[in-house]
């Protein structure tokens, strides 16, 4: 049996500065984040900003958040989510202006497409991916 969705469900991007990652994340990749409201008991040191999803059954993909969390550090060397994009090269333009750091250029991943390795403004690492 095939899935209806790929395998991961939702994602959580954890900063420290919610309103410079904003500001990295919408300019990096070109759009716009929404507020999300706290889950149920989780009022205080909780933040999310919600990148765009469609949360239908059939739509590919996740959805996701940027969370600021007391207690929850971000970083490099955790888990790699990679953004689709229609070229990787693109969005990896803006890292530097946006106050990113691209670790690894747009490479070839072939069959598979591109890839370029960037770092937010939290120190997250992430990924490009795109088929062009």
Same mark, same amino acid.
């Given at each position: 049996? *095939?899935?209806?969705?790929?395998?991961?469900?939702?994602?959580?991007? /954890?900063?420290?500065?919610?309103?410079?990652?904003?500001? =990295?994340?919408? *300019?990096?990749?070109?759009?716009?984040?929404?507020?999300?409201?706290?889950?149920?008991?989780?009022?205080?040191?909780?933040?999310?900003?919600?990148?765009?999803?469609?949360?239908?059954?059939?739509?590919?993909?996740?959805?996701?958040?940027?969370?600021?969390?007391?207690? =929850? *550090?971000?970083?490099?060397?955790?888990?790699?989510? /990679? =953004?689709?994009?229609?070229?990787?090269?693109?969005?990896?333009?803006?890292?530097?202006?946006?106050?990113?750091?691209?670790?690894?250029?747009?490479?070839?991943?072939?069959? /598979?497409? =591109?890839?370029?390795?960037?770092?937010?403004?939290?120190?997250?690492?992430?990924?490009?991916?795109?088929?062009?």
């Amino acid at each position: 049996m *095939t899935p209806k969705r790929n395998p991961v469900g939702w994602f959580e991007i /954890y900063v420290s500065d919610m309103a410079r990652a904003r500001a =990295f994340y919408e *300019t990096v990749l070109g759009i716009q984040m929404q507020p999300m409201p706290n889950p149920d008991g989780m009022d205080g040191g909780f933040e999310m900003l919600m990148f765009p999803t469609n949360m239908e059954n059939d739509a590919p993909g996740c959805g996701g958040t940027l969370c600021r969390m007391d207690g =929850f *550090t971000p970083g490099a060397g955790g888990t790699l989510i /990679y =953004f689709s994009c229609q070229d990787c090269g693109v969005p990896a333009s803006r890292v530097a202006a946006a106050g990113g750091k691209v670790f690894k250029e747009k490479f070839s991943i072939a069959p /598979y497409g =591109f890839i370029a390795i960037i770092i937010d403004t939290e120190g997250n690492m992430i990924g490009l991916h795109s088929m062009e």
